[in-house]
């Protein structure tokens, strides 16, 4: 521990001194009559409780504003609230903080929560205090680790679990932490203690004997490093290893009270959070804010800079309030002015600015404030126009009470019937470069010169505005259309533009451009020297096209006043416009400006005439300009559905419930989205454009939209992005979102194919129906002629046996009869038994016809056995044993047309024949086998003496055989040797069974 300080003497001598003049400066300040302008949100925009309590900023900018009455979320827009009934542990919120995760902490009497937009997660204290300081917590996210003050002691959840973090000196009387990467500093009693590489060290104020160390409320890091503090006696800071008072002109600030928050702004100032309003320190001067000049009377509880450089802060009982700097400021009747409808404007060139109303005549505002200029004549007339001349009178245009002149403090009136007016009623005064004043009447125009009024104009419209274009030439802006005064007449305007048919009601000149004001189309830009004009209305950026007056600035801008806010309007390189829009939120009280109701002043300001006061722009000051950093998809519906199935994607956004990895089926092509850009310096200067990447369209043209819907959208694949742009001309990035509408399966390329394949298969299956039926067709027709052929064949076979089989049978028996009784010689015998011989043959070949004939023969097991039998009956009276083996009931099963018996037949019958007569063979068989695929093989073995395979093919016996194998569509093969003896193998398919 650090060893006492010195005490800091002469501190009492110049404290009492130091507080008068402070008191002074902070008294002249608030008496200062402009009203700055301080954004107030409170429960009529959405927030939850008026009590606000803290304030953080979250890293997609939303501002997070706790207090007695739950948690809300502030887009720049409106507020999204979070209570008990949404899992917080209490609603009263005395600290909020965010993480770099996106995590939301927030600290209640009941504990802390860590929220990340869908779910809490709650942390309990483990060590248990009583003392409470002034019901105050501190939350403070670093790293991985988020450190916690509550109750005066301190506590940091890490690893997901938090614990009690000791600390030195007294426990529970911890009045401020702050957490960076330089370590924890924990303010105490009587000391400051700096937590750093495991280490503490001790600061101690430096302070005069008999004065009592502060209760230090915030420790602020400003930009430059260094570290100050903000206490219940005032402003302290950092010295090497004390803590000393902060100095202005080497006198202590110890006498602001209450100090109870702190933040520093872009510009360097120190806001302080104090129980009466606030207090900015901008170098060496101190400024006080409180009812009076805009901000609140109430305690302010918590002070933040957010990311675009607004200062925000929390009050006990009115909202939260934002500062986005003084370029402009307002005088309003808060500020002394009567009447909030100021409707003309006029400087005298020294300290004076003259201040019109409609309803409560003209207020002088001079050296900071408002006073009256009582107007000789009750009641007090509407003022419509002013004119301050060079001979430094003030000439007044009323309505219904003609013109009036200030001069010296006294007042002189011209109005009919004194006076050649067409009427009392009037609307426009103007000097031009000759110094002849312009007046424009409800009914006409006349002009003062050399002391005389002179009609004008002829024509009886009213009259708006007046402009010099040139020498001796005059612009008239008139109910009926522009008309030109040139060389003592008028006459209409025509240019051939959009402007020959617009409600013009004002208008300036810029170098040769003539820019005028419509009630119908906007702005308008004509180039006198081209002829042509170019529109500036709501298309380009203007929020209204209503134009009321217009005015340039030092840097040629052109600044409009409208019936909706204030514009900036800058021409870019290119010819284009770039339009800067100021509303409420950048300090426009007045959103509704009134005619010709603009003043441009010597150093550069501009004063505006509106419908709820005089509003004071001051270039050069500093300003903060919506920068947002973020597109934020806020929602994504379905035409005519509350909620998408989460069928359709694969997850969603916590905070907004987007759904990612949409695909939605063909007939939810109805799709709608809502997007914002979070900006907290005013939302309505953000302009948008957004396309949808998958369809044949252009970006859409710059708006305030946020939201759009795409109807009947195409199968396939699609990207949307919307892009922003605001008035600090700095670029967002896109947000890009992808999904898909599922192409049908009847529109898929899969399902044309197989379409296209399913049509072919159809006439495939239709050409394979039709030829099945003709095969069909054919068949029974086969099979009726097989049948017809098999009725045939049976009769045949009758009618041959009964024929042909009794004839031959009657020769034989005859010859037999012949031997019998007629002696023969042995020639005539010879002959006789030629016939027997021949008529035997003839009758057994009869026979194979016949069989063969027969339709019941046809099955191959019929044939097979034939075979055997011919084998069996050929081989009966000789020494040659024949055998048969392979025998299958199966064979019954398969049938043989006549072409194909008789080939096997004869081959078979060939090759046994020529066994017996050539092979002098001892053994002879016959196998039978079944093969794969109804393959038959018929294998004919004999040990006989065997031939020479090349000469016994020039015979016609064994070439027949191989003619009948082909017939068979079958091999044969036949493999014998001289001595070897003989194998006759015959392979062929069977058909199908029939």
Not at 122 to 129: G, I, L, T
Not at 384 to 397: E, F, S, V
Not at 456 to 462: H, I, L, Q, R
Not at 521 to 536: E, F, P, S, T, V
Request: hydrophobic share 35%; with cysteine; aromatic share 12%.
């Amino acid at each position: 521990m650090r060893e006492h300080a010195k005490k800091y003497t002469g501190h009492y001598a110049v404290l009492h001194y130091m507080a008068i003049v402070c008191l002074c400066v902070l008294g002249s300040t608030a008496a200062h009559a402009q009203k700055y302008h301080f954004h107030n949100l409170t429960v009529e925009d959405g927030l939850v409780q008026s009590q606000a309590t803290c304030l953080a900023q979250d890293k997609t900018g939303h501002l997070w504003v706790g207090t007695f009455g739950g948690l809300s979320r502030y887009d720049g827009r409106g507020f999204t609230n979070y209570t008990v009934n949404d899992g917080l542990l209490h609603n009263t919120v005395r600290a909020v903080a965010a993480d770099k995760a996106g995590n939301i902490w927030i600290g209640g009497i009941e504990g802390l929560s860590c929220f990340n937009g869908k779910t809490f997660k709650h942390y309990r204290k483990q060590v248990q205090v009583t003392r409470d300081l002034n019901n105050t917590q501190q939350i403070i996210p670093l790293g991985d680790t988020t450190w916690w003050r509550v109750q005066g002691d301190v506590f940091c959840v890490t690893g997901g679990s938090i614990k009690y973090f000791p600390t030195p000196g007294e426990s529970g009387v911890a009045s401020a932490i702050m957490a960076d990467s330089n370590g924890l500093w924990v303010a105490k009693k009587t000391a400051v203690y700096h937590y750093h590489k495991r280490c503490w060290d001790t600061l101690y104020f430096l302070l005069d004997s008999t004065e009592v160390p502060p209760i230090i409320h915030k420790i602020l890091r400003r930009n430059d490093g260094s570290i100050w503090m903000a206490g219940t006696y005032g402003i302290y800071q950092v010295a090497e290893s004390y803590i000393v008072p902060h100095t202005i002109n080497s006198e202590p600030l110890t006498f602001l009270p209450g100090i109870s928050s702190a933040a520093e702004d872009n510009n360097g100032s120190i806001w302080l959070g104090t129980g009466n309003g606030a207090i900015s320190i901008i170098g060496s001067s101190i400024f006080y804010y409180n009812k009076r000049n805009g901000l609140t009377d109430n305690n302010i509880n918590d002070a933040i800079k957010d990311a675009e450089g607004n200062i925000w802060m929390a009050s006990d009982g009115q909202g939260v309030f934002r500062f986005s700097g003084t370029q402009f400021t307002g005088l309003d009747e808060a500020a002394g002015l009567p009447s909030a409808q100021v409707m003309a404007l006029a400087y005298n060139g020294v300290d004076s600015l003259f201040i019109g109303t409609y309803d409560a005549g003209i207020h002088i505002f001079q050296n900071g404030k408002v006073r009256a200029l009582p107007f000789p004549s009750a009641p007090v007339p509407a003022i419509m126009t002013l004119c301050y001349t060079p001979d430094q009178r003030l000439w007044i245009g009323t309505r219904g009470r003609g013109l009036w002149t200030y001069d010296n403090g006294s007042f002189r009136q011209y109005a009919k019937p004194e006076q050649p007016f067409p009427s009392n009623y009037i609307n426009r005064l103007y000097i031009d470069t000759f110094n002849r004043m312009w007046i424009g009447f409800t009914n006409g125009t006349m002009v003062l010169e050399d002391g005389m009024f002179k009609m004008a104009d002829t024509n009886t419209s009213p009259v708006y505005s007046f402009l010099t274009i040139g020498y001796d030439s005059t612009l008239i802006a008139t109910e009926g259309g522009l008309r030109l005064f040139h060389a003592g007449e008028a006459t209409p305007f025509r240019t051939g533009t959009v402007i020959d048919n617009s409600a013009i009601q004002c208008f300036i000149m810029r170098g040769r451009e003539l820019w005028l004001g419509s009630s119908d189309n906007g702005l308008i830009r004509y180039d006198l020297g081209a002829g042509k004009a170019q529109l500036i209305n709501k298309s380009q950026g203007m929020r209204s096209d209503f134009i009321y007056n217009i005015v340039t600035d030092e840097e040629n801008n052109v600044w409009v006043g409208t019936g909706f806010g204030i514009h900036k309007v800058q021409i870019k390189a290119n010819g284009e416009p770039l339009v800067t829009f100021y509303g409420k939120a950048q300090g426009i009280s007045g959103m509704e400006s009134n005619i010709n109701s603009v003043l441009k002043m010597p150093d550069g300001s501009i004063w505006f005439g509106t419908t709820n006061g005089a509003l004071h722009y001051t270039p050069n000051t500093p300003a903060v300009s919506a920068s947002p950093a973020y597109i934020i998809l806020q929602s994504v519906k379905i035409a005519g559905e509350n909620v998408i199935d989460p069928r359709w994607y694969d997850s969603s956004d916590n905070w907004y419930s987007i759904p990612y990895g949409l695909s939605l089926p063909y007939k939810k092509n109805n799709i709608a989205f809502t997007f914002q850009a979070v900006t907290l310096s005013g939302a309505q200067q953000a302009l948008y454009r957004y396309r949808m990447e998958g369809l044949d369209a252009p970006w859409s043209d710059w708006s305030t939209n946020n939201s759009v819907t795409y109807s009947a959208l195409p199968p396939g694949k699609y990207t949307f992005r919307v892009q922003c742009r605001s008035n600090a001309g700095a670029g967002t990035p896109d947000l890009v979102y992808h999904f898909e509408i599922i192409t049908p399966f009847q529109q898929t390329t899969w399902f044309r194919l197989s379409v296209i394949l399913a049509c072919i298969l159809a006439g495939i299956l239709l050409q394979y129906s039709y030829n099945r039926r003709k095969q069909e067709r054919l068949r029974l027709l086969a099979k009726l002629r097989a049948e017809e052929q098999g009725k045939v064949r049976t009769r045949t076979a009758e009618d041959f046996h009964d024929e042909i089989g009794n004839k031959l049978t009657r020769i034989n028996v005859l010859t037999n009869v012949l031997k019998s009784k007629v002696e023969l010689s042995p020639e005539t015998s010879r002959i006789l038994g030629q016939i027997q011989d021949n008529t035997s043959q003839l009758y057994s070949g009869t026979r194979d016809i016949l069989w063969s004939l027969k339709p019941s023969n046809d099955v191959l097991y019929e044939i097979l056995h034939r075979i055997r039998d011919l084998g069996t009956e050929l081989f009966q009276d000789t020494d040659i044993q024949f055998s048969f083996t392979g025998t299958d009931e199966k064979w019954n099963n398969y049938r043989l047309d006549m072409e194909m018996s008789r080939n096997l037949t004869m081959i078979f019958k060939e090759a046994l024949n020529n066994c017996l007569k050539y092979a002098d063979a001892k053994n002879v068989s016959m196998d039978v086998h079944w093969k794969q695929r109804n393959v038959l093989q018929i294998v004919l073995r004999d040990d006989g003496k065997g031939f020479d395979t090349q000469i016994a093919y020039k015979g016609n016996g064994l070439t027949n055989m191989h003619n009948r194998a082909e017939r068979l569509k079958g091999k044969l093969y036949i493999d014998s040797k001289p001595g070897k003896g003989t194998i006759i193998s015959l392979t062929f398919k069977i058909p199908p069974n029939r």
